[in-house]
């Protein structure tokens, strides 16, 4: 696929990239080839190919899914200007 001087002016207006002429003509062809690489990689026959994440197969470490409060709630309070039974006290911005 070829990418014209228009088509990477737009581009670059689009990505707010002030180009010049000579850059223009640079990524022309920056741009084509990477295009061209792309639609290569079309030409792949994938259809028995299994979806992946990563290049070695990993399992996720899963862990029980329970509501914790992280037991360090008198830690977390210390670092508040002010506090009122157990929890933040703030500035009232709506009234």
């Known amino acids: 696929m070829q990418v014209d001087e228009t088509t990477v002016r737009r581009i670059a207006r689009l990505a707010r990239i002030k180009i010049t002429d000579d850059e223009a003509k640079s990524l022309e062809g ?4 990477i295009l061209n690489w ?11 190919v299994e979806p ?39 500035p009232k911005v709506v009234e």
């Open 30 to 33: 920056e741009l084509s080839g």
């Open 38 to 48: 792309v639609e290569q990689l079309d030409e792949i026959d994938t259809a028995g």
């Open 52 to 90: 992946m994440t990563r290049v070695v197969a990993q399992n996720l470490k899963m862990r029980d899914d329970k509501v914790d409060d992280g037991e360090m709630a008198d830690a977390v309070l210390k670092n508040a200007p002010m506090v009122d039974d157990h929890y933040f006290v703030v």
